[in-house]
């Protein structure tokens, strides 16, 4: 009889250690958006670093506690290549990881981006670092579903002054460049059937308007639209729930699963319909083409359809 509650005493520490670390690990594991409750919960737990992307001015004047500060266009996080092609990723990643360790980020920190949240394009910075930490191999990152907006209409807690981040730390990249989609990519990719799905606005996709430095109107012969705008709740700051994605996704005709390569202007619109096919939708196959329209009518990568041809 002893021995039988030994041997029951053991499978129940057993169990008990192994739903301790179950418990552990779910609680620890990054989800791909955090939402203001989330974060007020967290704001004194060691090793989440919130980065907000607003205005310095902005950010001196409140921001979430133990917040730091990044400015997405003049840190580093994109950068023009030699052949003229902006807002890429950055050729060399050393610099990169420097900065990001500036932050007081390490390979073991939480990273929780913090947009402005005032549309679906500053929701784009936050998708385009998290596609970039991706990359270099950061699995702990999260956004702040609806950003600063959404920690101010909440009425959550407010620090003032400068950032102070942690000395000390390294950032070590681990590089994912299967997840950095090429023009010789693209053009394979075209070959093969592959879908391509622009992530533009409507008027872009069909050839009304194009991007200043896009030296053609139109999209990639082919293409399908899924505007960026439509990702989120009436193209603000938030995104809109799995099911009606799905549902948008279905109206545009692109499936939720399978070979897709996404694509906007430079990368950063298209960020936002990876993020929302590949992290909210689940469909890992999706990827997303870093030098999009720019790179693509720049250095001729291929056919060119436009819908609307004004007179």
Do not use: M
């Given at each position: 009889m002893n021995g039988i509650w030994k041997t029951g005493r053991a499978g129940w520490l057993a169990l008990a250690l192994f739903a301790w670390f179950a418990l552990a690990r779910g609680a620890f594991a990054a989800s791909p958006l955090v939402d203001v409750e989330w974060a007020r919960a967290n704001l004194d737990k060691p090793g989440i670093v919130y980065v907000d992307f607003r205005p310095p001015t902005d950010f001196l004047r409140g921001h979430i506690p133990g917040a730091v500060s990044s400015n997405y266009a003049k840190d580093g996080w994109r950068e023009e290549r030699a052949d003229k092609v902006p807002d890429m990723l950055p050729a060399k990643l050393e610099p990169l990881a420097a900065m990001i360790g500036?932050?007081?980020?390490?390979?073991?920190?939480?990273?929780?981006l913090v947009p402005p949240g005032m549309s679906s394009t500053d929701v784009g910075i936050a998708t385009r670092v998290y596609w970039t930490l991706k990359v270099l191999g950061h699995d702990e990152v999260s956004i702040l579903d609806g950003g600063m907006a959404a920690w101010e209409a909440a009425k959550a807690p407010m620090q003032a002054g400068a950032a102070k981040p942690a000395d000390g730390k390294t950032f070590q990249p681990k590089p994912r460049m299967e997840m950095v989609v090429t023009m010789d990519d693209v053009k394979k990719a075209k070959?093969?059937?592959?879908?391509?799905?622009?992530?533009?606005?409507?008027?872009?996709?069909?050839?009304?308007?194009?991007?200043?430095?896009a030296t053609e109107s139109g999209t990639i012969e082919g293409a399908k639209n899924v505007p960026n705008g439509w990702l989120t709740v009436n193209g603000g700051g938030k995104f809109r729930s799995s099911a009606q994605l799905a549902q948008l996704?279905?109206?545009?005709?692109v499936p939720t699963s399978g070979d897709q390569i996404g694509f906007c202007n430079s990368g950063h619109w298209a960020s936002v319909g990876w993020f929302a096919a590949s992290e909210l939708l689940g469909n890992k196959k999706a990827r997303m083409y870093d030098g999009s329209m720019l790179e693509w009518t720049m250095l001729k990568g291929g056919s060119m359809e436009q819908k609307v041809k004004l007179q």
């Open positions: 500036k932050l007081g980020i390490d390979n073991r920190t939480h990273v929780v070959a093969a059937g592959v879908l391509l799905v622009d992530n533009r606005p409507e008027d872009q996709y069909v050839g009304i308007n194009r991007h200043p430095k996704f279905k109206v545009a005709g």
